[in-house]
């Protein structure tokens, strides 16, 4: 067995501060020493920078996620027989895919254990849509989470304290150093979660556009080929959709309103879009997890699953293993109201030439839909329900959207804002394709 490599935090530091290349043992030596409170936080902070600041190569970038992947436990689920594929948004506003897709590919044979995260910044989280659900229970532990993945096909719960740990204690750090924003570090991110998860294969959402992270094409494109090209780097089957985040993703913004309109996917109707990305996610899933030769071939079973009610099952299933109140798949009015419901109208006749979604994201954390600190509260109640959508005429005094709130203030406080989210125009805007790029 070959020697461990024992790491100088200060030698460590200098050695990308002069913008050379770490060994994969450096790498692992590292993050091993910091979880186990060796490398104090002052000094991993001083390595982010440098990280940020001169890059890591591919092969570090593997390295460290592999490192940060096996800083805690990694599951096998070893009772699940089924191809295990799971899905990863890099985060949009209305975003609401993971609670429709996950069962619907699971009524289509392929296993999905997701391991998912709650709203921070602009965009929303899933564990906070699932939890407007009465009952609903994202804090199982590996053994309860290999269980329901195995009798149902599915299982969304939050990330353990044994899963990657040097993620959570990295990411705290880059949160407050100004090093979010670095390609290979939310590549290891990402996947040292992802991987930990015990997945055959991994299907990528990059967003691109004014509500993403990733605002444009080129930084989106670099996004998903390092993802890819770790992802494949760490033996795994992976796949990326770069996917158009310059309007919000289907009629809804904020918690209980998302998961209303998730199931309404999956009872067969909602938005087009909702539905169409939906199914995209979900055939290069079935492909990846070799249920399929194909997306073409692919489509068709999805659709039937919708259609024949197999995979709104798998989601009340998936809802009452987890503790929620089944009934709300039924009868959606069982989620959680807002008091005060106010329409934001057109001032004038025209096409709806563009909805600012970043804007709509922010407003909504103030509405109390997200948070801007991990420990914060959120309203389920809270958001927006759209009206129209791009490309849409709108007459004079039609509704644009519906606000949702707690209170008449926080309505008053919103509104002008929220009007100005959306420019209406003499003329219709180009459709905008849903999927913009496929990376493999």
């Known amino acids: 067995m070959p020697a461990q490599t024992v790491v100088n935090p200060v030698e460590f530091l200098r050695h990308k501060r002069d913008g050379r290349e770490h060994t994969p043992g450096e790498l692992k030596a590292f993050i091993d020493a910091f979880v186990k409170g060796e490398v104090a936080d002052y000094q991993a902070s001083a390595w982010l920078m440098a990280a940020f600041l001169n890059g890591l190569s591919d092969t570090e970038t593997l390295a460290l996620t592999q490192a940060m992947l096996h800083s805690g436990s990694v599951l096998t689920l070893p009772s699940v027989k089924r ?57 199982l532990d590996a053994k309860r989470f290999e269980r329901i993945v195995r009798d149902v096909g599915t299982c969304l719960i939050g990330q353990t304290e044994k899963l990657a740990p040097a993620d959570r204690r990295l990411y705290a750090l880059r949160d407050v150093t100004a090093t979010v924003e670095c ?40 996004l998903a080929q390092a993802l890819v090209t770790v992802g494949k780097g760490a033996g795994k089957r992976v796949t990326a959709l770069i996917t158009d985040m310059s309007a919000p993703i289907g009629r809804s913004i904020g918690n209980a309103l998302e998961t209303r309109e998730a199931i309404e996917i999956l009872r067969n109707g909602g938005p087009a879009d909702t539905r169409a990305l939906t199914l995209e996610l979900g055939a290069e899933m079935l492909v990846l997890g070799r249920r399929c030769k194909t997306r073409k071939a692919a489509w068709p079973l999805l659709e039937a699953a919708l259609a024949d009610g197999s995979a709104l099952t798998i989601f009340r299933r998936m809802v009452k293993a987890q503790g929620g109140d089944a009934r709300v798949v039924d009868d959606p009015s069982r989620l959680p109201h807002s008091k005060v419901q106010h329409v934001v109208t057109a001032s004038k006749a025209g096409y709806l030439t563009a909805i600012d979604a970043y804007a709509l994201g922010v407003l909504a954390i103030e509405l109390g839909a997200g948070r801007t600190r991990a420990d914060q509260q959120i309203d389920p109640a ?28 926080l309505v008053r406080s919103v509104e002008k804002r929220a009007h100005q989210a959306f420019q209406v125009g003499a003329r219709a805007p180009k459709p905008r394709p849903l999927v913009l790029a496929r990376m493999h």
């Open 83 to 139: 191809a295990r594929v799971d899905k990863h948004s890099t985060g949009g506003v209305g975003d609401k895919i993971s609670l429709c897709l996950a069962p619907l590919v699971a009524a289509c044979g392929v296993a999905v254990p997701m391991i998912s995260g709650r709203a921070l910044g602009h965009t929303g989280g899933t564990l906070d849509k699932l939890e407007a659900i009465p009952g609903f229970r994202v804090d």
């Open 183 to 222: 390609i290979p570090l939310i590549v290891a991110s990402i996947l040292s979660k992802k991987l930990a998860e015990g997945i055959d294969g991994l299907v990528l959402d990059v967003k691109c556009g004014g509500g993403a992270f990733m605002k444009d094409s080129k930084s989106a494109r670099a």
């Open 382 to 409: 809270a958001g927006f329900e759209l009206a129209v959508s791009v490309g849409s005429r709108v007459a004079r005094g039609a509704a644009l959207l519906t606000i949702h709130a707690a209170s008449r203030e």
